[in-house]
C-alpha cells in the first residue's frame, strides 16, 4: 500500500492499467517517501522490445484518463527488466529498498 495525503493507494491497480496499454509488458509501482504528502507514486516500466518513441508523458496521460488524481504516478521509470522471483512475481520490495537507497545517497 502506498500512503499519499492520508489516502491508501493499492499499487497493483495502477500496474493493471499501466499493463493494459499496449506498449507496456510489465510495471511495478512504488511509494517514494516524500515529506509534504507522506509517499509519490513511481512506476517503473518496461516497454515491448520493438517498441520506440513511448514517453512517460504519453503513460501519465493514459493513466489520467483511466484513474483518480491521486493514483496517477508522479513519477514513471523505463527499464530493460524488473527483479523476479523464481516463480516469476515482481519484487516490489527490492524497488521499493533501490529507492530508498537512491534518497540517502542524494542527502548524503
Known amino acids: ?44 516500466v518496461v516497454l515491448k522490445q520493438d517498441i520506440r518513441g513511448i514517453s512517460s508523458y504519453e503513460l501519465t496521460r493514459w493513466c ?18 524488473l527483479p523476479k522471483s523464481k516463480v516469476g512475481k515482481i519484487l516490489r520490495r527490492e524497488m521499493r529498498a533501490e529507492e530508498q537507497r537512491k534518497l540517502i545517497s542524494q542527502r548524503l
Open 1 to 44: 500500500m502506498i500512503k499519499h495525503k492520508g489516502y491508501r493507494i493499492a499499487a497493483a491497480e495502477i500496474e493493471r492499467v499501466l499493463q493494459e496499454h499496449h506498449a507496456v509488458v510489465a510495471a511495478c509501482v512504488v511509494g517514494v517517501p516524500d515529506e509534504t504528502v507522506g509517499e509519490r507514486v513511481k512506476a517503473f
Open 64 to 81: 489520467r484518463e483511466r484513474l483518480a488524481s491521486d493514483k496517477v504516478p508522479h513519477y514513471i521509470e523505463f527499464r530493460d527488466m
